[in-house]
């Protein structure tokens, strides 16, 4: 059968040459408009796309902006002409033209098949396909039918098990590839008449390599449908817009014009050689005589159900490369909860032990850039907001109700499928949960992490974190050792003194270019005379070497010490944290960043570097000097001779980088002072050679506790928390502790 005149015109629109120039000034219109948008677009895995195959791309389809936007990608990245195989219902006006001028094809168009199948015979073009049909918007694309997952879409006509119509044109193409090629050699009249029905001019112009369907992934982070610009000017510019319009333009707009997050990930090719090369199929393409496009041969219903094979296997590669992202995670674990209640620290400590467990699932998961750090903000003061975005949106659409620090559950939400076309504003948790639902090993784990008791939470949470620092501790001492500089292991190890009876916990930190070590006198008198459990932890660069320093920002030691205030926050029921010198500096920073602290103390807290003694200053007059003379801005890891007080656990070089990033620390906390509340006690050595008594007093009036003191000793020493001397400080704190942990409160100590 050859094509009937619609089928030859439609051909030949494609390939008129004002239809290559709409394709190119259409591209340069989309270029022009991602300026003026705001996504975020990462893409992963381009190598994937194989070099000189003709290709299908079968991707997820969650918004009109997808017809746009991942042709216009595909086409920057590969060089190709991309077309896409779109839902009639998108071809509606202005839009629908505006797609035709770019490439794109309805699903209703006619001889769109034979279009398609030209196109890749000759590799002049690739095209992009949408298996689910049309746009999912409540991304309910996964059912479990007899014990075992299934892809079935849910739409507003029902549902239906996604298209194989991207797999049978993979294969029809390899098919009529191999038989025009075949029948070249041994019918040339046949190859002759099949070149003709596709309007190909010769041989030559047929690919020599197979054909292919490349799984395409793409995630958006976060789903929010709010106004935005596109929605009022639609507003401002059209009467009674419908609720359905309205709904794709406030989600859709909001992901173009705030900063959305976009993840667009290639898969494995599945080259369709491979589908055709058995005896039934070969048989046919073998045959010597006239076989035409729509034409029934004895290998049809083998294709067919080869499709259905492919369909599946490309399903499960697209939605198994899912951007897993903090979202996912929280609307999850509030589907999997057993009950309506549970704290917010209780659902963060889930959500933070399911971000550890991703990289040890036996199928791999992709994880938002996000996830790819700590997620140590989880447990403490949600500094990245993921917490804190996710459930405003909860809240405000419904999902959950706030009842102090407990969250009550709208289970309705999660039972009573959403309405399909405003999902994406009224449902938008259901519609999160819904597109991590086909990753069944994330589904498995997360419900087992969302049944389990708050007591067994806790645990596995403090243990994770212990078990993580000595981790990193052994890995780092490894790699920076330097022998007759780093100390014995027992020195720079974090340690836990534990009393499984107190409900109190002190996070005790030590100060700068020390270890751990430098506070086990101080920790064993508070463990012995309070009964506490006290955890020091290891300021990452520190126990190690001087190296190991001279690379670490002091985020690096802020996040030491939100671990070891973790750790005690899931054993304790009370936490004070403490610390002496720059361990000091950051017990104040916890504690102007942390709202449920019992209390804090700082033992020759600096304020800034200025106020460091000559012990420090060669130090710093060398890198002013250094950086005006290479005329950079930037640290250098140089390093000065450094005399310490305590040589078995002091560092005898200090890296001048460090000394920028201690300032830095500095400069971030000291605005922030004023914001600490809790009781605080400062103290101070009036002769203390490095820290002046000056800025450790300038701190304490800084500080807006009502419940604060000022302690000035005179020890002719900075490291007045070992050696003579140090019982003082410690009964000290001992004293303060004891104020603070007794019933009765409300007297300044």
Same mark, same amino acid.
């Given at each position: 059968?050859?094509?009937?005149e ?5 051909i030949?629109k494609r390939?008129?040459?004002m ?5 190119r000034t259409?591209?340069?219109a989309?270029?022009?408009f991602?300026?003026?948008t ?6 992963h895995d381009?190598?994937?796309?194989p ?10 389809h ?5 017809t746009?936007?991942v042709p216009?990608?595909?086409n920057?990245l590969?060089?190709?002409t991309?077309?896409?195989?779109a839902?009639?219902?998108l071809f ?6 505006f797609l ?9 168009s006619p001889?769109?098949?034979?279009l ?5 015979l000759?590799n002049?073009a690739?095209w992009?396909?949408?298996p689910?049909?049309?746009m ?5 694309i996964?059912?479990v039918i007899n014990?075992?997952?299934?892809f079935?879409i ?6 239906h098990?996604?298209?194989t ?5 993979g294969?029809?193409t390899?098919?009529y590839?191999n ?6 050699k041994i019918?040339p ?5 099949l070149?003709?029905l596709y309007?190909i001019d010769?041989i030559?112009a ?8 490349v799984p395409?992934?793409?995630t958006?982070?976060?789903?929010r449908?709010k106004?935005?610009l596109?929605?009022r000017?639609a507003k401002?510019?059209?009467e ?8 794709e333009l406030?989600?859709e707009?909001?992901?173009l014009f705030?900063?959305?997050?976009i993840d667009i990930?290639?898969?494995?090719p599945?080259f369709m050689d ?15 005589a006239?076989?035409d496009?729509?034409d029934s041969?004895?290998?049809?219903h ?7 094979h492919?369909m599946?296997r490309?399903m499960?590669?697209?939605?198994s490369m899912?951007?897993?992202n ?6 999850s674990l509030l589907?999997?909860?057993p009950?309506?209640?549970?704290t917010k620290d209780?659902?963060?400590a889930r959500a933070?032990?399911?971000t550890?467990?991703?990289?040890s699932l036996?199928?791999?998961?992709f #994880?938002?850039?996000s996830?790819d ?12 907001n993921k917490?804190?975005n996710?459930?405003?949106i909860a809240?405000e659409?419904?999902?959950?109700k706030?009842?102090?620090?407990t ?14 076309h405003?999902a994406?504003?009224?449902n ?11 990753l069944?090993?994330?589904?498995k784990t ?14 596995a949470?403090?243990k994770?974190i212990i078990?993580?620092?000595d981790f990193e ?8 050792f330097?022998?007759?500089e780093s100390? #014995?292991k027992?020195v720079?190890r ?5 009393n499984?009876?107190?409900?109190v916990g002190?996070?005790l930190?030590?100060?700068y270019?020390?270890a751990?070590m430098?506070?086990?006198?101080l920790?064993?008198?508070i463990h012995?005379n ?10 990452r660069?520190?126990?190690?070497s001087?190296n190991d320093?001279a690379?670490r ?8 010490v939100d671990?070891?205030y973790a750790?005690?926050?899931?054993m304790c029921?009370?936490?004070?944290v403490?610390?002496f010198?720059m361990?000091a500096?950051?017990a ?5 960043r942390i709202?449920n602290l019992?209390?804090v103390f700082?033992?020759?807290?600096p304020?800034?570097?200025q106020d460091f003694s000559t012990r ?5 007059n060398?890198?002013?000097r250094?950086?005006?003379?290479m005329?950079?801005?930037a640290?250098?890891?140089e ?5 310490p007080e305590?040589?078995?656990i ?8 460090g000394?920028?990033?201690?300032e830095?620390?500095?400069d971030s906390t000291a605005p922030r002072?004023?914001r ?11 002769s203390?050679p490095?820290?002046?008594p000056g800025g450790?007093?300038e701190i304490f ?6 419940q604060?003191?000022y ?9 007045i928390?070992?050696?003579?001397g140090?019982?003082r400080?410690f009964?000290a704190?001992e004293?303060?502790m ?7 409160r409300?007297t300044t100590?």
């Open positions: 059968m050859f094509l009937n619609t089928g030859r015109t439609l030949a390939y008129d040459p239809n290559r120039y709409a394709y259409t591209s340069l989309i270029k022009t991602s300026g003026l705001h996504p975020n677009i990462n893409i381009v190598s994937k796309i070099s000189g195959n003709p290709v299908i791309f079968v991707l997820n969650f918004t009109r902006a997808e746009v936007l216009y990608h595909i920057r590969t060089g190709r991309i077309w896409a195989l839902s009639d219902e509606i006006g202005g839009f629908g033209r035709e001028s770019l490439g794109a094809v309805s699903t209703k001889d769109r098949d034979r398609i199948v030209k196109t890749l000759t002049e690739a992009i396909i949408f689910e049909g049309r999912v918007k409540n991304k309910k996964f059912e014990d075992r997952g299934e079935m849910a739409s507003s006509a029902g549902k098990p996604p298209h119509g991207a797999a049978t044109l294969m029809r390899e098919f590839r038989r025009i090629l075949k029948m070249d019918y009249d046949e190859a002759k008449r070149l003709a309007q010769s030559d047929i690919s020599r390599k197979p054909a292919c369907i395409v992934n793409i958006y982070y976060p789903i449908a106004e935005n596109l929605s000017l401002g510019v059209f009674n817009l419908s609720d359905r319009t309205l709904e406030m989600a707009g909001t992901m705030s900063g959305t997050d990930r290639f898969g494995d599945i491979q589908y055709v090369n058995t005896d039934v199929i070969r048989k046919n393409i073998e045959l010597k006239k076989i496009f729509n041969i004895s290998a049809k083998m294709m067919r159900l080869t499709a259905v492919v599946k490309y499960s590669a697209i939605y899912t951007t897993v903090h979202d996912h995670i929280f609307a589907k999997h909860l009950g309506t209640h549970i209780d659902l963060r933070y032990l399911v550890t467990r991703l990289a036996e199928t791999p998961t #994880k938002h850039s996830l750090k700590s997620q140590i903000h989880l447990l403490t003061d949600d500094c990245h917490f804190e996710f459930l405003s809240l659409t419904g999902t959950v706030e009842d102090g620090n969250l009550i559950k709208n289970e309705k939400i999660f039972s009573a499928p959403p309405d399909f405003t994406r504003i009224d938008p948790v259901v519609v999160i949960a819904n597109e991590v639902e086909p069944v090993e994330l589904q997360i419900h087992e992490i969302a049944v389990d008791t708050t007591e067994n939470i806790r645990h949470v403090a994770h078990q993580l620092a501790f052994e890995r780092d001492y490894s790699r920076f330097i022998e007759g100390k #014995k027992n720079g974090p340690f836990l003194l534990r499984e009876n107190s409900p002190v996070v930190i030590h100060g270019m020390a751990p430098e506070v086990r006198a920790a064993l008198h012995k309070i009964g506490c459990n006290v955890y020091a932890p290891r300021l660069g520190h126990g190690t001087p320093l690379t920002p002091y985020t690096d030691w802020t996040e030491s671990e070891g750790i005690l926050k899931n029921e009370k936490v004070i403490g610390g010198s361990g500096g950051l104040l920073e916890l504690a102007s709202d019992a209390g700082a033992i020759s807290p304020m800034r570097l420090l200053v060669p130090a710093i060398l890198w002013n250094l950086m005006k003379k005329n950079l801005d640290p250098q890891k390093f000065v001779k450094n005399i305590n040589p078995e002091n560092y005898h070089s200090n890296p001048l980088s000394i920028v990033e201690l830095k620390l500095m002072l004023s600490i509340k809790v009781p605080t006690l400062i103290i101070q050595s009036h203390d490095v820290v002046n450790s007093h009036k800084s500080i807006s506790s009502k604060k003191e302690l000035l000793v005179n020890i002719e020493r900075h490291g928390i070992n050696g003579d140090s019982e400080i009964h704190v004293d303060f004891t104020w603070l942990l007794a019933d009765d409300h100590p």
